[in-house]
């Protein structure tokens, strides 16, 4: 595709409820990477994917979070029995290979009531 | 935990004049890139560093980083409106993983 896509754009859920949050790299690209990002913060690292394998996970807060990229391309972030604290911004990103430039996507805005 | 620091954060200057940000890592860093978030949107890559003392330009912004590799800046010369946003360093700590941790960020205000 012609950028990272991120759907959907904004999410709002109910205390408990699993939330599925999906993010399109763009076509070709190696590495996909999941960041959480708070107002007036910078992005905090979750996880990363080099095709379908899961390389890092250190950054994902518990085992409530999960993510998988089963085909090496489009990938699915989890988080099951949200919580007030997980409302933030969740960004995606993807670059050709490790280590060049990652592009973001524009990011799903997810709320817990 | 792995730390990745910047100063200032916030800076407010009068269009034409120039804006430094500063980013410290607790640790030594493989590499560090660069990212602007203009308000309301998504960061955008502007450079990557790899090599100690290393010095790279791009028309207006200059970026260093440092002789030990736990340190690094971005200088804008002259600064436009067009600068506005917040700029953050990521750096990525650790060999064998490509993980990137991302600094405080630095928002700059460009007063016309």
């Known amino acids: 595709g012609a950028g990272v896509s991120q759907s959907p754009r904004y999410k709002v859920t109910k205390r408990g409820q699993d939330v599925a949050l999906r993010c399109d790299p763009i076509s070709g690209h190696v590495s996909l990477y999941w960041y959480r990002q708070a107002l007036g913060q910078g992005p905090e690292f979750l996880t990363y994917?080099?095709?379908?394998?899961?390389?890092?996970k250190s950054g994902l807060p518990n085992d409530r979070f999960s993510a998988e990229r089963p085909e090496g391309s489009i990938s699915t972030l989890t988080i099951q029995r949200t919580e007030q604290r997980d409302s933030a911004m969740y960004r995606c990103?993807?670059?050709?290979?490790?280590?060049?430039?990652?592009?973001f996507g524009q990011g799903t805005r997810l709320t817990v009531v | 935990g792995q730390q990745v620091m910047q100063i200032p954060q916030y800076q407010h200057v009068q269009e034409g004049e120039d804006f430094t940000t500063y980013c410290n890592s607790s640790?030594?860093?493989?590499?560090i890139q660069w990212y602007k978030q203009r308000p309301g949107g998504h960061p955008v890559f502007l450079i990557q560093l790899v090599k100690s003392g290393e010095v790279k330009k791009q028309k207006r912004l200059t970026f260093q980083f440092g002789e030990a590799k736990k340190n690094s800046s971005l200088h804008i010369t002259a600064t436009q409106t067009t600068d506005v946003g917040t700029y953050f360093c990521?750096?990525?700590?650790?060999?064998?993983?490509?993980?990137?941790?991302f600094g405080t960020g630095t928002r700059l205000k460009v007063l016309a």
């Open positions: 640790t030594t860093l493989s590499n």
């Open positions: 994917f080099n095709y379908e394998a899961q390389q890092d």
């Open positions: 990103a993807s670059s050709q290979q490790e280590n060049t430039e990652a592009f």
């Open positions: 990521a750096g990525r700590v650790t060999s064998g993983t490509y993980k990137y941790i």
